[in-house]
């Protein structure tokens, strides 16, 4: 009988030690709890930029992330993890140490807490942006030193599957701390979880909105984000809202994380969207950092221990 001789590529054993990692390690969101709050809004039309209070545990994803004199959001998918925007946890290239708080819509109720302990923030590898125009792979994970405790004020969101669509005119809500609209064009920074809702917009209307930036320096547009809002503008994401989620709910009524809050070139005005990380193209990115795979496949991360 022949002698057969097998052959082991390191592609092979990396492939097959990812899929060992991932099974044996990766701790999935229940999905009897992810993307349910116990309370929804009833007012979906909105004047805004900053949109209608949220009720409590309407939206008990959100987080308040402060890093320095800056505000951003984030979006709990597990008991030690918050999802986000790169460029709210990164300041000239470096990862920084973000304050974390759950659980609240006042932000006065919420300051009077302590921050939750941070031990790592995870940037998205390939996300480099130092003239502020290329905010591709704008995503960034946080990882708490202590799980939390799932309740009413704080639940998980749901991630989304690869091949979720996101659809021109598909509705999604978006929450946040940040700029909020007092009328006659007056903005101020919120001290109340806002939310509104407002429609995906197909990329060739997205494209064509950047074509109306005067200059020659204008910001990339590409597959990894989509953007939002109405022709007319008026409903908007804003400064202070980076990091925050775009979610969209499913036929069974749960909500998933659709996009991360990026970036815009104004505010809520004529012409003009926000532009959002699509959480789908880094599914796989999400689930190796969460399962600890990162530990023996380093090229998946950048990461700083806190």
Aim: hydrophobic share 35%; aromatic share 10%; with cysteine.
């Amino acid at each position: 009988m022949p002698t057969r001789y097998h052959f082991w590529s390191l592609k092979t054993s990396e492939s097959i030690l990812t899929s060992l990692c991932l099974l044996s390690n990766y701790k999935f969101i229940s999905y009897a709890v992810c993307g349910r709050p116990t309370k929804q809004n009833e007012n979906h039309f909105q004047r805004i930029i900053g949109g209608n209070d949220a009720g409590e545990h309407t939206i008990p994803w959100q987080a308040l992330i402060n890093v320095g004199d800056s505000r951003g959001g984030g979006m709990i998918i597990a008991d030690r993890w918050i999802l986000t925007a790169a460029h709210v946890v990164t300041m000239n290239g470096q990862v920084q140490t973000p304050e974390i708080h759950l659980g609240r819509t006042d932000v006065h109720q919420i300051l009077e807490t302590p921050s939750l302990n941070v031990t790592a923030v995870h940037v998205h590898p390939q996300y480099n942006n130092p003239n502020g125009l290329n905010y591709d792979h704008d995503i960034a994970l946080i990882k708490l030193k202590d799980p939390v405790t799932f309740e009413a004020a704080i639940m998980p969101l749901c991630l989304p599957s690869e091949d979720d669509r996101y659809d021109s005119g598909m509705i999604g809500l978006v929450s946040g701390f940040g700029i909020a609209d007092k009328g006659n064009r007056q903005h101020f920074l919120t001290n109340k979880l806002k939310y509104v809702h407002i429609p995906v917009v197909e990329q060739e209307r997205c494209s064509d909105s950047l074509k109306l930036i005067p200059g020659s320096r204008k910001p990339i547009l590409t597959d990894n984000m989509f953007c939002a809002g109405t022709p007319e503008g008026r409903k908007d994401s804003c400064q202070g809202d980076g990091g925050n989620g775009f979610t969209l709910q499913s036929e069974d009524g749960r909500f998933w994380a659709a996009g991360i809050v990026s970036w815009g070139i104004k505010c809520g005005q004529k012409g003009t969207y926000g532009f959002y990380t699509k959480v789908a193209n880094y599914v796989d990115w999400i689930n190796k950092i969460i399962s600890s795979c990162y530990r023996y496949m380093g090229k998946y991360i950048i990461s700083q221990d806190i």
